[in-house]
């Protein structure tokens, strides 16, 4: 497995971004939006389970190797990092894959590209949160991200404004696989499964049996099963069971 790393610009925000030098063009890419702090390093061993697929994993603006600016930490800056990254490589027809607070931004970006074949959205409500002070003081605890760029949280927690993506979702025409999991530190919600089935024109769910918010965890093979099944249903080369 091979990543080169690649780089553009949002709105004057250099953003780094990796993806795989060799693969198969018969198979459908996949496109990678971390959650929170996370960054597009931080995915390349779970990337690394779908070999000959092109994969682009990226990191929004304060994360990772991207710029970190004082300020622009909207929703909609988020969004236009995802274009920014998507439009440089120039794939199409491929799957967005999100996670955790990456899914309402991929969701706000799907509702408007007409080149997405596909989404796997993982263990978060179709929402975007008006975070609290609380939030940006306790992931700067826990390390998520260096003293350096501690201005990132505080200004995601600024700038965020509470947000519901009904609309989003009822322009999503694309099959979407939502995962959840099992336990309790799962995020997503009953009331959210149904909110995503009223408003989806094509959504199946997948439970990770055990697991909570960290689908991966305990059990990784059956997490990767149910992408990896997902993604040769929409190669269409067999029938997807889930």
Known sequence: MYWTDRWTEANGVKLHYMETAIFDDMMTPLVYVPGALNHAAQATELLGYFEDRRRISMSLRGRGKSEAPLSGYAFKDHVTDIEAVVDRSGVTEFCLLAYSMGVPYAIDFAAENPHIKGMILCDYPAKYPAFPEEWAARVKVAGFIGEENFHVPEGIQRESRALSLEEQLAKIDVPVLIIRGEKDGSLLKDSDVEFYQKHLKDVRFMTVKDAGHE????????????????????DKKEKFLG
């Open 215 to 234: 689908l991966w965890e305990p059990d990784k093979e059956n997490f990767i099963r149910l992408i990896a099944g997902f993604l040769k249903w929409l």
